[in-house]
């Protein structure tokens, strides 16, 4: 959750205890200058904003400004950040950058809240929120800093991206253009906490064992390095379920009140609706560029959300989406090449920083021409960067694949009875792992693995097409309809959609670069199965959300739920392939299968279950996808 910037905040840290500057702050140092300032908010806290300012001024240049928890080091007026802005190319172009910490964290004076809820009704100057600190911060930087043209440009990415989307809401009018990079949208729903209400243990544990609460008056990090959590086991999945219930992980977070809160907060309540700030983005001023990355675990349903929020309610802004086939954050640096086993032989990150990025602030903040398309979206599978006048593209049409007999899939719905369907035995004891091989804490790159480990095990039903004559293009959000039952009052259903490649595809050519550190630089790729969507749903949440309700043991139900959106083209000679479990660990916590809050079950609660995934004329279980191009992938003939 939020750990590629909580990481580097860590690493700037480093360099604010006093140790020598290194080469890239040098550089920093000779073309500009460092500030640091308390700025006032109206309830009179006062937040730290450090400020870099060129020194050559032969013009007014614009302020970009980057609000973050996890600290603006390193602090003192001669110490440097190493680099600035969004990339390496904003340093050259010359802006004046702006990097406050927010409220309650680091160096800023107040109480820091988590995920701080958006008040849309203030009736004084003490009812403040991000929306606020944000204008009020950009109302001192253009009365009190020499040099700026009147325009503010704001970026940020996962919990700063969170800052930037409450920023743009009634923005200043200075705020003229606002980048929110893989935002909190909605914590509960699809970011970071859970997905469906489905808890993902292992990224918010290794998470909340570094972000932890500030202890008495502002200061600067504690230390320049967080102590390596030791789990005592180099597999997490052994780590996990030798904790036998949620519960226990509390022992190692006793002290986290954050940690606790998501223990507490079990349901779609008041703590989670007051933080999603997708509701309130309306009548958005801006220009709004949106970045998300295909692969990223932590904050895809982030980027989607925010995106169509505007798009639906602010028809007069400038709105464009940016996706890539990155993880969380990855197009801030490096080439952007690759993530795991695929190669998308092209510098994704490079080409993104350079011609998407830098173009949208030059043109908004500078006056610069260009040519901004409403989505520019890279397709994996063909590899291609395409533009598009909206996303999902015009041009799609919606179809339905239909899990079937004889473990295939289907355009045609099924003609079969009733009760036609396919069982298997959920073991909350035995749980399916998410990953092929051992690792500890939540893999980056977990949305690209082989699926072929999964496919073998009895508690994984796996449906494919024959191999397709032809490329098919899918964009967009996935539908998904299961009819099912189970012998349990609880359950959890993970859907995945799979690319399967042929078997006589090529392994990569050998490269002088070092592999990748993964257990799957031995993987080949003929017959690999690539994940290309997949997502859980905690079954008790199928009515509401708010008021779970249980199953009835053995009695038929239905859970409807979309999957984020795909940019992904399935090649001719691939297959398409689903697979659904009740399980994903440590990824998602267990559900033990039983009706109770699953932060208080105790080992007792967790029992077998008996699941049903229905494929017939009257309940047929199906995918709803967005499909660019005709291709109709018929049933495989029976196994003999």
């Known amino acids: 959750m939020r750990r590629i910037q909580l990481a580097l905040a860590l690493g700037l840290a480093a360099t604010a205890i006093g140790a020598s500057a290194p080469p890239a702050a040098d550089d920093v140092r000779a073309r500009y200058t460092k500030h640091e300032y308390s700025v006032p908010m109206r309830d009179g806290v006062r937040l730290f904003t450090a400020v870099y300012v060129p020194k050559e001024r032969t013009e007014p240049y614009p302020i970009m400004l980057l609000r973050t928890p996890y600290s603006v080091a390193p602090y003192g007026v001669d110490h440097y950040r190493p680099a600035l802005g969004p990339s390496e190319h904003f340093a050259r172009e010359r802006f004046i950058f702006a990097y406050q910490d927010v409220r309650g964290r680091h160096m800023s004076e107040g109480e820091f809240v988590e995920i701080r809820p958006h008040d849309p009704d203030k009736r004084s100057p003490q009812e403040i929120d991000e929306s606020t600190d944000t204008y009020d911060t950009i109302e001192w930087l253009i009365r009190n800093v020499p040099g700026h043209n009147g325009k503010v440009g704001m970026w940020g990415i996962s919990y700063p991206g969170f800052y930037v989307a409450a920023g743009m809401i009634d923005a200043h009018p200075a705020l003229v253009a606002v980048s929110p990079q893989a935002p909190i949208g909605d914590t509960f729903m699809g970011d970071d906490t859970a997905h469906n209400g489905a808890f993902f243990l292992a990224a918010n544990f290794g998470f909340y064992r570094v972000f932890v609460e500030r202890k008495g008056a502002p200061a600067p990090p504690p230390s320049p390095r967080v102590a390596r959590f030791e789990y005592g086991t180099p597999d997490h999945y052994d780590f996990f379920l030798r904790q036998r219930t949620l519960a226990g992980s509390l022992a190692y977070l006793k002290d986290n009140p954050y940690w606790q809160a998501l223990l507490e907060h079990t349901t779609y309540d008041e703590f989670w609706r007051s933080r999603a700030i997708v509701p309130h983005l ?132 099924p003609a079969g009875s009733a009760e036609d369907a396919d069982e298997y035995l959920s073991d909350p004891d035995r749980p399916v792992p998410y990953l092929g091989y051992t690792a500890v804490g939540m893999r980056g790159d977990y949305m690209t693995e082989d699926q072929r480990f ?187």
Do not use: C
């Open 454 to 640: 999964a496919a073998q095990r009895p508690d994984v039903l796996t449906y494919r097409t024959e191999p397709l004559s032809g490329d098919l293009g899918v964009t967009g959000p996935i539908e998904v309809e299961l009819h099912v039952a189970t012998s349990g009052t609880d359950s959890d259903f993970v859907v995945k959609l799979i690319d399967v490649y042929p078997d006589d595809f090529p392994d990569p050519a050998p490269t002088a670069s070092p592999a990748p550190a993964t257990p799957a630089n031995a993987v080949r790729m003929g017959g690999y199965q690539q994940l290309v969507r997949g997502e859980p749903f905690r079954g008790k949440f199928r009515q509401s959300f708010e008021r779970p309700v249980p199953f009835e043991p053995g009695r038929p139900d239905v859970i409807r739920f979309t999957m984020p959106d795909v940019a992904h083209t399935f090649r001719r000679a691939h297959r398409i392939m689903v697979q659904v479990q009740s399980s994903w660990f440590p990824l998602v916590d267990r559900n033990p299968q039983t009706f109770v809050d699953i932060a208080k079950a105790k080992p007792a609660d967790f029992q077998k279950a008996t699941q049903r995934v229905y494929r017939s004329a009257a309940r047929p279980s199906s995918l709803g996808l967005w499909v660019l191009s005709e291709e109709r992938p018929t049933a495989p003939p029976p196994r003999r």
């Open 282 to 413: 309306r009548g958005i001023k801006p220009a709004v560029m949106t970045v998300g990355g295909w692969f990223d675990a932590e904050d895809l349903h982030g980027p989607l959300a925010v995106y169509r929020a505007v798009e639906r309610t602010s028809p007069g802004a400038t709105n464009v989406l940016v996706m890539g086939p990155w993880t969380h954050g990855s197009w801030a640096s490096g080439d952007g090449d690759r993530v795991g086993n695929l190669d998308f032989a092209s510098r994704t990150g490079a080409f993104y920083r350079e011609h998407i990025e830098l173009p949208f602030f030059l043109h908004h903040l500078k006056g610069r021409a260009a040519a901004i398309p409403e989505a520019h979206v890279f397709h994996t599978g063909i590899n291609e960067w395409r533009q598009h006048e909206a996303w999902p593209p015009r041009a799609a049409g919606r179809k339905r694949l239909y899990l079937s007999a004889a473990n295939g899939l289907t355009w045609d719905p």
